[in-house]
Structures are given as C-alpha cells and as structure tokens.
C-alpha cells in the first residue's frame, strides 16, 4: 500500500516508552507513522529504522507540542510527506510530582504547557486537518481516579484533557471522527522506574487486581483498537488501561 493509500498516523512523545511501543503497533498495523519527539533525536530515528527495517514506514519529526508553531510544522511536515493525517495520538506529557504546597510557578506553568496547552495544541491543528473517518486519541492518568498525593498539578491536567475529549468528540459531529482518551495506570517504562526502589515497584505493581506493572504493549494494544476498525463505535470515552486499579 503506498502512502497516499495508507492511514496515517501522528503520534506525539513517540521515540520511546508507551509512545514507542504506540508508534511500533501502529506500523505493524498498517499505518504510516510520524514519530514526533521534543529534543534527542537518536531514540527516534532508531525507531523509526525499526519500523522500517521490519517493512513499515516512518518519518520522525521534531518539535515541542507546548509551541503552537511547532505544531504546526508537525501537521505540515505529515502532509508534505504523505499527503494527509488520519489519526492523531496525543501521547506527549510531562510529570513532576510534588505536594501543592511545594509546588513552585515552574513546575506548574511547564506541566501546563505540555499536558494541556500541548494537547489543546495538537487537538486544535487536528481538528481541521484531519480526514474523514479519522481518529483523535489523547492521553489521561488513571490517577484521575486514584487521586494520588503529590499528583496534585500533573492530575489537574490529565483531569483537562479528559473535558476536552468529551467536548471536542461533539463538536466533530457529522465528520466521522472519533475522540477518546487512554488513561494508564502504572506502567513500566523507564520514566516510571526512575527513582524508585524495588520495593516501591513491587508495591505499586500489587495495587492492581492483576498484580502486575502494566507494560508499554498493554496500553498501546489499546490505542491500536481505538485507531483501528473495531474501536469505531467508541466516541467521546476514556479507556482506563490499569489492570483494574480503579
């Protein structure tokens, strides 16, 4: 299938982690797959020499989604390339945990630029810009609904992206496109290990009824089903990918 033929995929925080493991389920699926990355560009292009050496097609594509122009690069470089944009995955997001009370201007101000004013970024570049039938896939945080300490800031975001989910699902009426969001529990990449003991992760891994760490591949399992023909009919939802923690 050429790439004027192909679906084609956005997907945001892409060179690694849930973002990797997104991007490589989608190829395998069929999708063309614009990997977008904030800074280090060796994980992406590594990726994106994954993809292809396994017959898939990628392109990387820098840029900060907190920079309305960068995204706007990001949609222009996908359609300079293959034409069009079928699915956007809205996967980029920081997280700095700390009590409100010690939280400084810092933390909040870049928290919000990433996870909010990014997605809202990216949701308002693919609002008009995506095709028929196409699919909007944001991310949230299970602790949406655990309400976790020290989460105060990040949650408070996610909490925002989850209201724009359900509005923006409505406002593209008559278009054929769907817009949820996944929402992770823990999941065992390398920026949830970071700084934390065994112990911390045994504990956390337990928290769930399936007493495990959620891997990349579960949540990206999930999106390739909203992305894909059988998600079709799930429209204005968020999709809590946690093993049954909350």
Same mark, same amino acid.
């Given at each position: 299938?050429?790439?004027?033929? $192909? ?12 973002? %990797? ?5 989608? &190829? #395998? ?12 560009? &060796? /994980? ?11 017959? +898939? ?22 359609? %300079?390339?293959?034409? *069009?944009? !079928? ?16 939280? !400084? ?18 949701? #308002? ?16 945080? $299970?602790?949406? @609904?655990?309400?976790? /300490? ?6 408070? =975001? ?6 724009? =989910? *359900? ?5 593209? #009426? @008559? ?7 996944? %929402? ?5 990449? !390398?920026?949830?290990?970071? @700084?934390?003991? /065994? ?18 591949? !579960?949540? %990206? ?22 093993? +049954?923690?909350?």
């Amino acid at each position: 299938m050429s790439a004027s033929t $192909s679906k084609v995929a956005i997907v945001t925080g892409g060179s690694r982690g849930i973002g %990797a493991a997104i991007a490589e389920r989608l &190829a #395998r699926d069929g999708f063309v797959v614009v990997i977008n990355y904030a800074g280090d560009a &060796a /994980p992406a292009e590594a990726l994106a020499g994954k993809i292809e050496a396994a017959g +898939g097609r990628a392109l990387t594509a820098q840029g900060d989604v907190a920079d309305p122009a960068a995204v706007r690069r990001l949609f222009d470089a996908a359609e %300079a390339a293959f034409g *069009h944009v !079928d699915v956007l995955v809205n996967n980029a997001g920081i997280m700095q945990l700390a009590p409100l009370s010690d939280s !400084d201007d810092a933390l909040f101000d870049r928290t919000v630029a990433v996870n909010l004013k990014g997605t809202f970024n990216t949701l #308002r570049e693919a609002s008009t810009r995506l095709r028929q039938g196409g699919r909007i896939i944001n991310f949230s945080t $299970s602790v949406v @609904g655990t309400l976790f /300490p020290t989460y105060g800031v990040y949650v408070a =975001t996610k909490a925002a992206v989850e209201a724009m =989910t *359900h509005v923006l699902s409505k406002e593209l #009426r @008559g278009r054929d496109i769907t817009v949820n969001a996944v %929402a992770p529990g823990p999941t065992a990449t !390398d920026l949830f290990l970071k @700084g934390k003991s /065994p112990e911390q992760i045994q504990q956390l891994a337990k928290l769930a009824p399936l007493e495990r760490l959620g891997q990349p591949e !579960d949540i %990206a399992n999930v999106v390739a089903f909203l992305a894909g023909p059988d998600g079709g009919w799930v429209n204005g939802q968020v999709l809590r990918a946690n093993g +049954g923690l909350v």
